[in-house]
């Protein structure tokens, strides 16, 4: 069964840091290039995308509210995708989901809060 399971938010202050993981199963990063993407949805408002990262070729998109805070990377061996978030902004407050696609598969993960605030 094909499955990600979010992990690692929280509640941080402005200007804190988090670090989200992906955990995958029922397939290999390593086996296929999948493009493993991060997306948010605040209070209120629309699911909007984060950020992909290609999980053989390595490459990385960031949306521009995010680039140069947040990075991106990938375990092999723990199967696991990574977003590190840092200088966080109130603005950054929403449930992050995990998303996987390939040619046959398209899953999405139940998600994590993350809470910046004051």
């Known amino acids: 069964q094909l499955q990600l399971v979010e992990s690692g938010g929280g509640s941080v202050q402005p200007g804190g840091s988090l670090r989200l993981s992906c955990a995958a199963s029922g397939f290999s990063l390593s086996s296929s290039n999948i493009a493993m993407s991060w997306h948010r949805q605040a209070p209120g408002k629309e699911r909007e995308w984060v950020a992909t990262?290609?999980?053989?070729?390595?490459?990385?998109n960031y949306a521009d509210s995010v680039l140069g805070r947040f990075t991106l990377s990938r375990d092999y061996d723990k199967n696991t995708v990574y977003l590190q978030m840092n200088t966080l902004e109130p603005d950054d407050t929403a449930k992050y989901y995990c998303?996987?696609?390939?040619?046959?598969?398209?899953?999405w993960g139940q998600g994590t809060l993350v809470t910046v605030s004051s």
């Open positions: 998303r996987a696609v390939d040619r046959v598969f398209d899953v």
């Open positions: 990262i290609s999980s053989i070729i390595g490459s990385t």
